[in-house]
T-cell receptor, first 113, second 110 residues
Framework: KAGVTQTPRYLIKTRGQQVTLSCSPI?????VSWYQQTPGQGLQFLFEYFSETQRNKGNFPGRFSGRQFSNSRSEMNVSTLELGDSALYLC????????????FGDGTRLSIL | QKEVEQNSGPLSVPEGAIASLNCTYSDRGSQSFFWYRQYSGKSPELIMS????GDKEDGRFTAQLNKASQYVSLLIRDSQPSDSATYLC??????????FGKGTRLHILP
């Protein structure tokens, strides 16, 4: 069974640009969550999508947005990039039922110049 | 603010010894608990799930849960250098959000 696939693996952008990251969950998983990981802050929850609807949201500004498609694939968009957005962005999928563990992709490392 | 607390470490343990990693959480209604291992430069990997009070064993790993004390721990027996990593505790809160601790860095000394 294929795992969670994130593309691209690496991205370099400049301030003010926007970026779109993609995540394909494990087959049969309907929930996709996005996290930002930095050395100082650890894993911070961005949002979760389930059946094409945002089910939970963290405390990030509106520049961070996402969506989920009917095949459960998800995209995350960050607009007006700032230097502080440099981080590892991780996607995790689960079946979506309470108590089910999440499985992570390899992440997208975003660097802002 | 619901929280999950872990000692950041590093925790240094001699090879072959037992490594003990601890985690406390604030939401008393939490029902599901997970331990992830993250190697440097890699993504977190699920190693244990635990849902009820007591111990759960899987190979060299034992997860322990005490809901009354709001405490979950991970024991690694016969520690190997390959166990050197950051271990993340994650808690599924009563409103179905998963909150991660900041992780404990474990260093197994050869």
């Amino acid at each position: 069974k294929a795992g969670v696939t994130q593309t691209p693996r690496y991205l370099i952008k400049t301030r003010g640009q926007q970026v779109t990251l993609s995540c394909s969950p494990i087959s049969g998983h309907r929930s996709v969550s996005w996290y930002q990981q930095t050395p100082g802050q650890g894993l911070q929850f961005l949002f979760e999508y389930f059946s094409e609807t945002q089910r939970n949201k963290g405390n990030f500004p509106g520049r961070f947005s996402g969506r989920q498609f009917s095949n459960s694939r998800s995209e995350m968009n960050v607009s007006t990039l700032e230097l502080g957005d440099s981080a590892l962005y991780l996607c995790a999928s689960s079946q979506g039922h309470e108590g089910q563990p999440q499985h992570f992709g390899d992440g997208t490392r975003l660097s802002i110049l | 603010q619901k929280e999950v607390e872990q000692n950041s470490g590093p925790l240094s343990v001699p090879e072959g010894a037992i490594a003990s990693l601890n985690c406390t959480y604030s939401d008393r209604g939490s029902q599901s608990f997970f331990w992830y291992r993250q190697y440097s430069g890699k993504s977190p990997e699920l190693i244990m799930s635990i849902y009820s009070n007591g111990d759960k064993e899987d190979g060299r790993f034992t997860a322990q849960l005490n809901k009354a004390s709001q405490y979950v721990s991970l024991l690694i027996r016969d520690s190997q250098p390959s166990d050197s990593a950051t271990y993340l505790c994650a808690v599924n809160t009563r409103d179905d959000k998963i909150i991660f601790g900041k992780g404990t860095r474990l260093h197994i000394l050869p």
